[in-house]
């Protein structure tokens, strides 16, 4: 017997959809969905442990209104690889920023526009490479190995911060667009708890900002530099809720 679960899906209110892409487009593990219609922006749902949460304004294409007719997956440079690539949204004119073999992912503008930041895998033994590539085959990415990356908007200058090990990600710029907030689990061996610290874009002055001894990740500061937004588990009696929390920050 099929039911109607568009209501419990967060799909229900998607216009006239033509089309939809399942496909786990932050690299977590969980399927996300992507829908595609008339009159309608391309909308993303990302799959909070199977629960499908709007996340469209996330990706910038909010305000993409159009006549979709159909939506696909596809590794654009045949390459076989995940890589970064910007567009002029005015013209379509697309660029590839990165191009070096690993996977590279969430990234974002510095808030003045000049650069560009991301985490990204860089394997280079030939087991390291092997277990990579095979892993891409299916459609996965392990994201236990991970650094900081920093490059021009333009994709010129890509250099590595970080180089601590472990899973160092979720990183993004402070308000005055030099320095560095992420989160990490490289004092670990275990690979847990994940905590926020800051960095220099040259890699120095490293420093923890929470000691909560369970998951910190996705800080993200307000324009003015004065509150900070983060995720965490903290608090949500002993089970595996992710919560947003919001703290003054304070130089």
């Not at 399927?31 to 922006?41: H, K, N, Q, T, V």
């Not at 590539?133 to 010129?156: I, R, Y």
């Not at 670990?188 to 800051?198: A, E, H, Q, V, W």
Request: proline share 4%.
């Amino acid at each position: 017997m099929f039911s109607e679960i568009g209501l419990y899906s967060n799909v229900f209110a998607t216009d006239w959809s033509w089309s939809a892409l399942w496909t786990d487009f932050d690299n977590d593990g969980w399927m996300d969905l992507i829908i595609a219609g008339e009159f309608m922006p391309v909308r993303f749902l990302k799959n909070y442990r199977g629960s499908l949460k709007e996340f469209t304004e996330s990706t910038g294409l909010q305000h993409t209104n159009g006549w979709w007719n159909s939506i696909v997956a596809a590794d654009f440079d045949k390459d076989g690889d995940i890589d970064l690539y910007i567009m002029d949204i005015n013209t379509g004119k697309e660029k590839k920023v990165t191009n070096t073999l690993g996977y590279d992912g969430g990234a974002w503008f510095s808030p003045d526009g000049k650069k560009i930041i991301w985490r990204a895998s860089r394997p280079k033994t030939e087991e390291e490479v092997k277990e990579y590539k095979e892993l891409l085959a299916d459609n996965l990415v392990a994201p236990t190995h991970m650094e900081v990356f920093v490059a021009n908007a333009d994709g010129s200058d890509a250099h590595q911060v970080t180089n601590f090990g472990q899973a160092n990600w979720a990183p993004a710029f402070f308000p005055d667009s030099k320095r560095i907030i992420f989160a990490s689990n490289h004092k670990y061996k275990r690979g847990f708890p994940f905590d926020l610290y800051s960095i220099n874009e040259d890699g120095t002055e490293l420093t923890q900002l929470t000691h909560s001894n369970t998951f910190d990740a996705f800080p993200m500061f307000s324009p003015d530099g004065k509150k900070i937004v983060f995720c965490s588990n903290r608090n949500n009696g002993g089970g595996h809720d992710t919560n947003i929390f919001i703290a003054d920050w304070v130089d």
